[in-house]
Structure formats: structure tokens, C-alpha cells
């Protein structure tokens, strides 16, 4: 199967480094964090956040803390990998069920 790469990650400031920024540069992937506030960029206001893009992460933040309403997927209680993403699967799927009902 092919693999597909994501067109730009979106993180929060605690993620802003420029290690992962290089990296992504590299990947062909957009870099959409805002920089923290003792980063020379953040200071010179010359590179610019998307904040289009970037007001669309609480998306994935909503679904993560509606996924962690779960103990065992809160607490991560699983024993391996492949368990805990399991349950992460079965999680998604009982979100999007309840999406189509309502």
C-alpha cells in the first residue's frame, strides 16, 4: 500500500523546536506551531503562524480528550502496543457511532 505524507503537522508551543522544524522542512511538511516566546523568530515577527490552519487543531484536541473520557484509555492499563491501540480503535469507532446517531 502507499504511504501517504501529511501536508503539515500542527502542534502547540511545547512542540516548537527548531530540530522538528528542520526535519519537516526536509519531509516537504509544513510546520504550523507557533513559536515560544524566548525563540528569536517569535521575536523578529518575521515568520508568520498560519492561524487558519492552525484554529483547526482543537479538532484533534477535543477528539483526544473525548477519547481519554475512557479509564483504560486514560490510564493506558494496556499491556502492550498493539492492545492500547486497539482500544484507541474501538474508541474512535464508538465516537463516530454516536456522531451518526445524533
Do not use: W
Not at 18 to 35: D, E, H, S
Amino acid at each position: 500500500h502507499l504511504k501517504s505524507r501529511p501536508r503539515a503537522v500542527l502542534a502547540d508551543k511545547g512542540y516548537s523546536s527548531q530540530a522538528l522544524r528542520n526535519q519537516l522542512r526536509i519531509k516537504g511538511i509544513k510546520a504550523v506551531i507557533p513559536f515560544k516566546l524566548n525563540e528569536k523568530a517569535s521575536q523578529d515577527k518575521r515568520r508568520k503562524l498560519d492561524t487558519r490552519l492552525y484554529k483547526k487543531r482543537n479538532v484533534v484536541e477535543r477528539c483526544f480528550a473525548k477519547l481519554k473520557e475512557h479509564r483504560r484509555i486514560a490510564t493506558r492499563s494496556e499491556k502492550t502496543a498493539r492492545n492500547y491501540l486497539s482500544m484507541l480503535k474501538l474508541g474512535a469507532i464508538r465516537l463516530f457511532l454516536k456522531r451518526l446517531s445524533n
